[in-house]
């Protein structure tokens, strides 16, 4: 059994999902500033609707390619595909591609959400790992975790949890609205909801010593807009805090590409 520790109690439940407020094909681009200078850009997609085993999904994609600065010491070059249950937002499965400092490891996860089991497949080297975890409630992901957030009808004052998974780990995420706040980015003056979002390390395929790990913080700002855009995110990553804004919102005729 792999370590776990979670609180002995119900979590902060979530409000109810509402409608979906972004269409097919929708691509949300982004600037991602860190050691005061552009580090890299970012592509969230979404891609077609269909249906797998008799349901509705759909396939949502991101990507992030480190900028000629950073690649001179830390070049990245990573993917992520999710096919989502169009219901509830949950993973259905999803394919992590990472591309990070010489270093290239896949991960593909198969969430069967109603058995409470999460079935990983790990390639490095050439070599191929195969674990199971079992977490307590159903999962979401890191891009998963967007996409449902922006179906919420969040307003000050709200507060929630949930688990999510991110390739190999369980984190216990805690969302909290904090506030109205109107936001200069490339986009324009927006006017946003400031949601804190802090996480921390709850189970997976780790040791023992890595639930003792800080917990992670960080702030996202969704648009007051008909499709809940988020404009702006702080979060921090192995290289200090990242500075992540959207310079560009578009919608591809052919959203049968995630990219």
Do not use: C
Not at 85 to 108: C, M, Q, W
């Amino acid at each position: 059994r792999w370590p776990t520790r979670r609180p002995q109690r119900k979590l902060l439940p979530a409000p109810k999902l509402g409608p979906v407020p972004f269409p097919e094909g929708e691509r949300l681009k982004f600037d991602i500033e860190m050691l005061g200078a552009k580090a890299g850009e970012a592509i969230l997609a979404v891609g077609k609707r269909s249906r797998r085993d008799g349901r509705g999904v759909v396939t949502l994609g991101a990507f992030l390619r480190s900028s000629e600065f950073l690649s001179k010491f830390y070049p990245i070059n990573d993917q992520l595909r999710v096919v989502a249950d169009e219901r509830s937002f949950l993973p259905v499965e999803s394919t992590f591609n990472i591309r990070e400092n010489g270093k290239a490891i896949d991960y593909v996860t198969d969430f069967q959400q109603d058995r409470r089991l999460i079935r990983s497949q790990k390639t490095k080297d050439g070599r191929v790992l195969e674990r199971n975890f079992t977490p307590e409630t159903p999962l979401y992901d890191a891009l998963t975790s967007v996409y449902a957030a922006r179906r919420l009808p969040l307003k000050p004052g709200d507060k929630f949890e949930y688990y999510a998974w991110d390739g190999r780990r369980e984190r216990l995420v805690t969302i909290e609205a904090v506030g109205e706040e109107r936001i200069q980015t490339p986009m324009g003056l927006t006017d946003t909801l400031k949601v804190n979002v802090s996480s921390v390390i709850s189970g997976g395929f780790i040791k023992p010593s890595a639930l003792d790990k800080p917990r992670k913080k960080g702030t996202a700002w969704f648009a007051k807009d008909p499709y809940r855009t988020p404009v702006k995110l702080t979060t921090p990553t192995k290289l200090g805090e990242a500075r992540v804004v959207l310079t560009r919102r578009w919608v591809e005729a052919d959203p049968s590409a995630t990219r």
